[in-house]
């Protein structure tokens, strides 16, 4: 009779055991998810930013071009300058 209580005390410490660790499991998978995600969608956001730096450095090399452009309709001289940006132009597609 003794060894029965014993047993029986032994599988019911195991299921109050196993119990809590599968609440515990359920509690805290889900946080370990999140992290992942968060982790993830930080490298997303740190390549976004970058591109979005890139389009604004080649958004400003046009727009000095379209200026030089239209300054030199206007005016009919200025291709030193338009050289200079065509080779900054150049060089900036050339790079990225």
Not at 4 to 31: D, E, H, M, N, Y
Not at 43 to 70: F, G, I, P, T, V
Request: proline share 1%; hydrophobic share 40%; charged share 30%.
């Amino acid at each position: 009779m003794q060894i029965i209580q014993t047993i029986l005390g032994i599988c019911g410490g195991i299921s109050i055991i196993g119990g809590a660790g599968a609440i515990i499991w359920k509690v805290l998978r889900p946080a370990f998810k999140m992290s992942k995600r968060v982790e993830k969608l930080e490298e997303y956001n740190d390549l976004d930013y970058k591109r979005l730096k890139a389009l604004e450095e080649m958004q400003k090399q046009q727009s000095k071009c379209l200026a030089a452009m239209l300054n030199h309709q206007i005016t009919g001289n200025g291709i030193e300058n338009m050289k200079r940006i065509r080779d900054d132009l150049l060089e900036s597609i050339i790079d990225k």
